[in-house]
């Protein structure tokens, strides 16, 4: 069976050479030799890149030792974040945070470390002396170890 570590090193060198603005998500080498590896970029992942990328591979991995199947591809705008880079790239962008427990909070991600993010959130809050709830923004700090996952919200 390939290797993922020896994909991803392979892939690592390659784009810190010719694409340093892109960065790996995940290699991922299924049963059957079905390597799928997914790239960010801050300004989105080109397809000629992907394609180069793909030759590299196949430039680095003989078919005749050991046969394989191989997608070069970007990260879904519509999947989970799987690394930071993909949270500090989504700044200022609303999206959904699936916490432990089940519990979901939308807002704005305002801060991100490797420990923890910060969201900003608005919640309803029935203020003192007020008949009706009323909107209220309020920064929420969510540990990194908390969280199940993180999908950017597309609204139109």
């Known amino acids: 069976m390939i290797s993922q570590q020896v994909i991803e090193t392979l892939v690592a060198e390659y784009i810190a050479a010719e694409y340093p603005a892109y960065y790996i998500v995940d290699v991922l080498v299924h049963p059957g030799n079905r390597i799928v590896v997914e790239l960010g970029s801050d300004e989105g ?3 000629d890149a992907c394609v180069r990328i793909t030759k590299h591979i196949e430039a680095n991995q003989d078919r005749e030792v050991e046969d394989y199947e191989l997608e070069v591809g970007s990260a879904g705008l ?26 979901k909070e939308k807002g704005v991600l305002s801060a991100v470390s490797a420990e923890q ?36 919200i597309f609204k139109f």
């Open 78 to 103: 519509t999947s989970p974040f799987k690394v930071l880079r993909q949270y500090e790239a989504a700044i200022d962008e609303e999206v959904e945070v699936l916490r432990k427990g089940g519990i």
């Open 117 to 152: 993010i910060e969201l900003s959130v608005v919640r309803k809050v029935k203020l003192e002396g007020a008949k009706r709830k009323t909107e209220v923004e309020e920064l929420i700090t969510i540990p990194m170890d908390e969280i199940l996952s993180t999908k950017r």
């Open 45 to 47: 992942v080109d397809i």
